[in-house]
């Protein structure tokens, strides 16, 4: 392996620093875009028996607006709950937008990477094959087994630039899919939110001026 990096010459010095980058990026992706991580299990019903009974103080909101992404965008509705529906769907796609930009974080690097690397790999090509008729330019042709050898060293930052490039923009479409998914996953609760909300008896309503904010059980 270490004589392959060494036949593409310097050209693969930054391939090499793409695939660090690039594995780093996958592996914090995985990592957060996790089902559990996004999109915690029970976590709609929970906040459904909340709205349901009228259980929402500040504590509550707060600390579901930190669980996760789902959180956030459940809480952004509870936040407005006492307006208009439309409103309400208003305030759920804005936040909704800053989520996704969140759960995208990095990703267009990632999809750089995956275009970069093969014209990075081509360029390093492209340098090893210069050098090498620049040295039959100036030494003849020679030993012809010696010139096919040259010519294989040359092509190998052009693989290395495929092997950086494929696995990058793999899983560059498999977390734009993934986050697509929680984005209709996260909508149909939204709107189960809020059909629960419109279905609350009047005695669970919050009385005007209030902000849908019930204090603390305690709280003076």
């Not at 789902?70 to 208009?84: C, E, M, Q, T």
């Amino acid at each position: 392996m270490l004589e392959l990096v060494k036949a593409g010459g310097w050209p693969m010095i930054p391939l090499i620093l793409l695939s660090v980058l690039a594995l780093t990026i996958v592996v914090e992706r995985a990592w957060t875009l996790r089902r559990r991580a996004v999109m915690p299990p029970g976590l709609g019903k929970e906040v459904r028996t909340w709205a349901a009974g009228g259980k929402l103080d500040p504590a509550h909101i707060e600390s579901l607006r930190a669980t996760s992404p789902l959180g956030a965008l459940l809480a952004a509705a509870l936040d407005v709950r006492n307006r208009p529906r439309d409103q309400i769907r208003e305030r759920i796609e804005d936040v909704g937008r800053h989520l996704v930009h969140r759960m995208e974080r990095y990703l267009n690097t990632l999809g750089t990477i995956s275009a970069a690397g093969p014209l990075l790999g081509l360029f390093g090509t492209v340098v090893g094959m210069i050098q090498m008729f620049l040295g039959i330019l100036d030494h003849g042709i020679g030993d012809v087994n010696q010139l096919a050898g040259g010519i294989g060293k040359a092509l190998v930052c052009t693989a290395a630039g495929m092997i950086v490039a494929i696995p990058a923009l793999i899983a560059h479409r498999w977390f734009r899919g993934r986050i697509a998914e929680y984005i209709v996953d996260m909508e149909h609760e939204a709107i189960q939110l809020l059909d629960t909300i419109d279905l609350r008896p009047a005695s669970a309503r919050v009385a005007p001026g209030t902000h849908g904010i019930t204090p603390p059980v305690g709280t003076p």
